[in-house]
T-cell receptor, first 113, second 114 residues
Framework: GENVGLHLPTLSVQEGDNSIINCAYS??????FIWYKQESGKGPQFIID?????DKRQGQRVTVLLNKTVKHLSLQIAATQPGDSAVYFC????????????FGSGTQLTVLP | DAGVIQSPRHEVTEMGQEVTLRCKLI?????LFWYRQTMMRGLELLIY????????DSGMPEDRFSAKMPNASFSTLKIQPSEPRDSAVYFC????????????FGEGSWLTVV
């Protein structure tokens, strides 16, 4: 039969607007979370991380929010630019010395001129 | 600073041929990860090493896949014999284990088996 590929959630925003990318994680015991950005033809690139003892962390133009009650993570990008167009993955780990990351399926962000 | 370096960047090979993918870790890092990315399954962890020792290879699809770390800075992922369903992007990533969980990815090796 025909294989069906992953259908990534997509988000389109106008250049200059703010973007919010959401992620539901699976393991309530996870204590460390990372957002990665993957541009076409490249490897995933670290953006920002957050530990479970925090609910918000800010970087340059990016903010990550963590809601442990509902196991939800979000990435906010301020003043979105064309270079922000990419697939964004959230990843979670279990344990302070976790050995591996579990990646979400990703969200395709497209910035419209 | 040099990141994780992978080679080849692109390879097209015929079914049944041996494929060897190579990875050089970021200097000073002591954990290495091999991932595979496909449209069907997303990013999958194949195997990871700490201090040159394989820790978890449960993600390796089958015996046709093998990975080695002959030294602290270099790793190979070998597929023998290759099959069309092995076509994917293979990423190597490394981490400095004692300072956190963030891992840094290479640019990937794009493999097509025909």
């Amino acid at each position: 039969g025909e294989n069906v590929g992953l259908h990534l959630p997509t988000l389109s925003v106008q250049e200059g607007d703010n973007s919010i990318i959401n992620c539901a994680y699976s393991n309530s015991a996870s204590d460390y979370f990372i957002w990665y950005k993957q541009e076409s033809g490249k490897g995933p690139q670290f953006i920002i991380d957050i530990r479970s003892n925090m609910d918000k962390r800010q970087g340059q133009r990016v903010t990550v929010l963590l809601n442990k009650t509902v196991k939800h993570l979000s990435l906010q990008i301020a003043a979105t630019q064309p270079g922000d167009s990419a697939v964004y993955f959230c990843a979670e780990t279990l344990g302070g010395s976790a050995r591996q990351l579990t990646f979400g399926s990703g969200t395709q962000l497209t910035v419209l001129p | 600073d040099a990141g994780v370096i992978q080679s080849p960047r692109h390879e097209v090979t015929e079914m049944g041929q041996e494929v060897t993918l190579r990875c050089k870790l970021i200097s000073g890092h002591n954990s290495l990860f091999w991932y595979r990315q496909t449209m069907m399954r997303g990013l999958e962890l194949l195997i990871y090493f700490n201090n040159n020792v394989p820790i978890d290879d449960s993600g390796m699809p089958e015996d046709r896949f093998s990975a080695k770390m002959p030294n602290a800075s270099f790793s190979t992922l070998k597929i023998q014999p290759s099959e069309p369903r092995d076509s994917a992007v293979y990423f190597c990533a490394s981490r400095l284990r004692d300072t956190g969980n963030t891992i840094y990815f290479g640019e990937g090796s794009w493999l097509t088996v025909v």
